[in-house]
């Protein structure tokens, strides 16, 4: 059973640019959570989402983030006109009951 | 709103050294407690979690926590440690069912000299 599965690994992106990270849950897990951990920094929660909806954005800021989980395809995490401050490590994690949580790999974004 | 402390950043141990990490929770509601390890070049791994019952639970790799509700408190131990347990240390905590995001504190480095 692979598990929670995220890409790229690791994005470039210039100031302005577009990221869009992209996470798989592990199969039969229909909750998925986006994380954000700048460096010297814990986890923080940016969002969680189930199959085309989401549950809370309390973590997301309000603006240039967006995050989907279509009904089909993986969850994405969009980031609009990227900013240094943006520069951070994205984890994914997913449940199936909405409980016990798995991470994946993480996308180490970086921001010129 | 949620907050979760862990006390120290760094912790440095020899084989076989007893271990507790620290760490307090800030939340007047139920909440869920959860201790995850991040070995280097990994990903989070789940060590133990407590939603309900006995307050002290067990988890992999001879890990164990005791919640302490009085103290907000959810301490993680390890009688003997090895080098291979040399890794970084999360403690989270959520609420209600389970479901909601984590809120997790700024996490423990510990390194383990053989």
């Known amino acids: 059973n692979a598990g929670v599965m995220q890409n790229p690994r690791h994005l470039v992106r210039r100031r302005g640019q577009e990221a869009r990270l992209r996470c798989s849950p592990m199969?039969?897990?229909?909750?998925v959570y986006w994380y954000r951990q700048l460096p010297e920094e814990g986890l923080k929660f940016m969002v969680y989402l189930q199959k085309e909806n989401i549950i809370d954005e309390s973590g997301m800021p309000k603006e240039r983030f967006s995050a989907e989980f279509p009904k089909e395809g993986p969850s994405i995490l969009r980031i609009q006109q990227v900013v240094r401050g943006d520069s951070a490590a994205y984890f994914c994690a997913s449940s199936r009951l909405g409980d016990e949580q798995f991470f994946g790999p993480g996308t180490r974004l970086t921001v010129l | 709103a949620q907050s979760v402390s862990q006390h120290n950043h760094h912790v440095i141990l020899s084989e076989a050294a007893s271990l507790e990490l620290g760490c307090n929770y800030s939340?007047?509601?139920?909440?869920?407690l959860f201790w995850y390890v991040q070995y280097p070049g990994q990903h989070l791994q789940l060590l133990l979690k407590y939603f309900s019952g006995d307050p002290l639970v067990k988890g992999i790799k001879g890990f164990e926590a005791e919640f302490i509700k009085s103290k907000f408190s959810f301490n993680l131990r390890k009688p003997s440690v090895q080098w291979s347990d040399t890794a970084e240390y999360f403690c989270a905590v959520n609420s209600g069912g389970g479901a909601d995001g984590l809120t997790f504190g700024k996490g423990t480095h510990l390194i383990i000299q053989p």
């Open positions: 199969k039969g897990h229909s909750h």
């Open positions: 939340y007047g509601g139920t909440v869920n």
